[in-house]
């Protein structure tokens, strides 16, 4: 890529609109990322005995839909970034290649 | 090399025989029986692997053959294969015994190994893939300068790919000789030997179908087995928790964080080592550049966290039900210790690694038994191969090509480099696997974390979004990483006391993971030495941002797929 395409590029509203929703979008999620998990985390390490609480009258705590849901939170959170790039990431990246 | 390699074959297969004989005669020894249920179906997979290596050679000529199977497995694909590289021995057998053991401890490792994925997925995946070609360090050294850069992603990737390949190869010894009967150095030269030729003749395309295949036959084991359990409790959690802190000597302490997790700061050293770890890990990185484009690199981590979280869930199932069902049942322990301790969990033959191994035979008999045993160890066969390339790449492309050739390696050359290199990767692992034999090793996937934590990621993601990175401040700040989470290790608990035999509470640095502090040196360290760097190499590598800050993003430029 030559300097004046890379600069043409650059000034493209399409990248430029590319370059901050996808950003700011990325360290959103892995902000919300890490905080449930260093959340998760904390819980194990300052409150054990509230994740021991139990649900009801069974043996069952309140830990382990916490578990899960970290676990199934990484996975929701995945699919949301891929369907929002397959949407709209990609269309716009494929008018920034068209037009230049 | 191909004569080289005949020889080698030939070998493996004259040894058969001799290795069969030599396995019936410690029958009935100290050892497990000789389980010719699971040596049938392992050998069933390895025929099969074999095939598809004779496949994967015919069409491996090119250096992106070679590397990245030529760009042309899809994201589906690479999704399983992503999932089989991470779904170690370590991690099926590690976790179950560990849920067995301590209950919900074990699930909070699971957790742990899991949520390094959505970064991966946000911050790496794409921009590994529109930035590199065959190794990490083709992002890295994009605009910084290729000599330093590379030497520093290449020792960061050999020391990462050795603790693991260690930590691989004495499970796999100990496991096999379990599971099969066949003494331990036999053992690791067999994983060795299969490794190597897997490697060095079908590269990347055969190591992708032998994780392929790996990760669907443990998600079905696993899945059968998970489901067996809960069938016995009429698919209720609550009803399996219920027996479960009934049997276990800890009653109810096994449903809320025990005494696994003791010191907060260790915890949270341990967690950013397992988070950032994965976004670092060289055999991981590589995966991204087999499929065709970004699109696809970013659709295969979401195949890859379902697979790997869906299968973290059946593994604390199945710790359950090992509690319940293995726990219980005297064919599955040893009466001596049963005797002394008066608790069937610490009894269990064998260990608590076990424990997933004896369940299978507790609710499928003794031929799910040998499944899940051909399963565990074509588990760690796969893992190791793809280990084993990762390491040779970083060898051949990096050092050899890029560094010794200056990027005007001759193709050939440069894929022959590659093999000797496997070989030697392969003989190296033979002979450490046999050295570290009665060594605790548990703390080298943690290390392994740690160092690709510490040195890769930090570097990879400011070479990628920080436009002040410099040469200088990504050499001195990668190699503090590496030192520090080495001498980290070496200062640790788990080494200083556990291992080299210290007395208790002498370790001078309290936490068992050095993630914490050593994750914090590397940007430091790439930060100030970037800040103060005022050469003309560091204003040609600010220079080169946008450049390559258009290509990250937009993919214009990218290496795409080798057609056949």
């Known amino acids: ?100 | 090399m191909r004569k080289l390699s005949c020889i080698f074959v030939t070998a493996i297969f004259a040894s058969l025989p001799s290795l069969a004989f030599a396995a019936g005669a410690i029958d009935g020894g100290t050892k497990q029986a000789v389980n010719w249920v699971a040596i049938g179906m392992f050998v069933a997979f390895v025929a099969l692997t074999l095939g598809i290596t004779y496949w994967a050679a015919k069409q491996t000529a090119s250096a992106a053959d070679f590397y990245s199977a030529g760009g042309g497995i899809t994201g589906f694909q690479n999704g399983l294969a992503i999932a089989g590289d991470y779904m170690s021995a370590a991690s099926f057998l590690g976790i179950s015994g560990l849920v067995y053991t301590s209950g919900y401890d074990g699930l909070i490792y699971s957790v742990g190994w899991l949520v390094g994925w959505p970064i991966v997925t946000f911050l790496i995946a794409e921009q590994l893939r529109n930035l590199g070609k065959f190794t990490f360090a083709d992002v890295t050294s994009f605009r910084l300068g290729q000599t330093e850069i590379r030497i520093l992603a290449a020792c960061g990737s050999l020391v990462t790919v050795a603790f693991y390949l260690i930590a691989q190869m004495v499970g796999a010894g100990k496991l096999i000789q379990l599971l099969f009967g066949l003494d331990y150095w036999m053992a690791v030269v067999l994983v060795g030997g299969l490794m190597m030729i897997y490697v060095t003749f079908g590269g990347m395309k055969a190591t992708t179908w032998v994780q392929i295949i790996k990760a669907v036959l443990l998600l079905m084991g696993a899945t059968f087995m998970a489901g067996a359990v809960l069938y016995k409790f009429g698919f209720s959690p609550e009803a399996l928790f219920a027996k479960a802190t009934e049997v276990h000597p800890k009653h109810t302490a096994i449903m809320e964080p025990g005494s696994l997790i003791s010191n907060p700061l260790s915890a949270i050293s341990l967690g950013l080592a397992l988070m950032f770890g994965t976004a670092g890990l060289p055999h991981i990185l590589m995966r991204f550049f087999t499929v065709k484009d970004a699109q696809a690199a970013r659709k295969s981590v979401l195949y890859a966290t379902g697979f790997i979280g869906y299968f973290y869930i059946l593994t604390f199932i199945i710790g359950f039900g090992a509690i319940v069902l293995v726990s219980t049942d005297a064919a599955f322990l040893d009466g001596s210790i049963l005797e002394k301790t008066k608790s069937g969990i610490a009894a269990i033959q064998g260990g608590s690694n076990m424990a997933a191994i004896h369940l299978a035979n507790a609710v499928g008999g003794n031929i799910f038994l040998g499944f899940i045993s051909a399963v565990a160890f074509a588990t760690i066969l796969a893992v190791v191969s793809g280990l084993a390339l990762a390491g040779a790449s970083s060898i051949s492309h990096d050092i050899y090509a890029m560094v010794i050739k200056n990027g005007k390696a001759n193709e050939q050359d440069e894929i022959r480099v590659s093999k000797i290199a496997t070989l030697f990767l392969g003989v190296l692992a033979i002979i450490l696997g046999i050295i570290f034999e009665n060594q605790n090793v548990a703390f080298m996937v943690g290390l392994a974390f740690a160092i690709a934590a510490s040195c890769n990621f930090p570097v990879l993601v400011t070479s990628i979004f920080w436009k002040g990175l410099t040469t200088r401040g990504a050499l001195i700040g990668g190699f503090l990483g590496l030192i520090s989470a080495v001498v980290g290790v070496i200062l640790s608990p788990a080494v200083w006391e556990a291992t080299l035999g210290n007395p208790k509470g002498s370790a001078p640095v309290p936490l068992d993971n050095p993630a914490l502090f050593s994750i914090a040196i590397a940007f430091a360290g790439i930060w100030l030495f970037s800040v103060l760097d005022r050469s003309a190499r560091a204003r040609a590598d600010r220079d080169g941002f946008d450049a390559q800050y258009v290509r990250c993003q937009t993919g214009i430029g990218a290496s795409g797929a080798t057609t056949h």
């Open chain 1, 1 to 100: 890529m030559d300097a004046r395409s890379l600069e043409a590029i650059q000034r493209d509203p399409d990248y430029k609109e590319l370059v901050r929703r996808r950003s700011s979008f990325g360290w959103t999620l892995s902000l919300i990322m890490l905080v449930i998990y260093f959340g998760f985390i904390l819980l194990v390490a300052y409150a054990p005995k509230f994740l021991g609480m139990r649900l009801g009258t069974g043996v069952t705590t309140i830990g382990i839909p916490i578990g899960l849901f970290v676990i199934v939170s990484a996975f929701v959170l995945t699919a949301i970034y891929v369907s929002k790039a397959n949407s709209k990431y990609d269309t716009l990246i494929r008018r920034i290649v068209e037009g230049a």
